[in-house]
C-alpha cells in the first residue's frame, strides 16, 4: 500500500473511532443545567410547589409515597470516554469512562410544598471490558 494511501486509511480509521466513541447523557436534562446554587435560587423549603418544581425541572424520573408525602427523584448522567478508548487493539479489551452524575430528591407535604429536598453531584470513572 502506497505510504499516503496508508497514512489516509490510519487517519479515517482513528475519526471512526473517535465519532463511534463518543459521550453519552441518560437522564434529565434540566437537572443537568442547574447548579447547588440555582437549585438554592429556585427551590425554597415551605415555600415552592409542586406545579413549580414541575415547571423548572419537568417530570421526575420517580414519584413514591412515605406517610403521605411525595417525594420526587430527578437523575442526571453524563459519560465522556476517556484517552484509552482510543488507542487501538487496547479498547477491544479495557474501556474507561469519566461520569459526572446529579441526583436531586425532593420531600413534597400534604399540601404540596417542598418541605425538604437534597441534591447530590459528584465524579466517577466506570471502567469496563474483559480486562477488566
Known sequence: MHPVLRRFTFAAAVLAAAL???????????????SSTSLQQHIQK????KAQVQAILG????VSFNGGDEQWTYNFAHATPTAVD?????????HHADVDHKMLVILFDKNGVVQNYSYTH?????HSGIGQ
Open 86 to 94: 482510543f488507542v487501538p487493539v487496547v479498547n477491544l479489551f479495557v
Open 20 to 34: 463511534l466513541a463518543g459521550c453519552a447523557s441518560a437522564g434529565s436534562e434540566a437537572l443537568s443545567k442547574q
Open 46 to 49: 415551605g415555600v415552592t410547589t
Open 122 to 126: 459528584g465524579q466517577s470513572i466506570v
Open 59 to 62: 417530570q421526575p424520573q420517580s
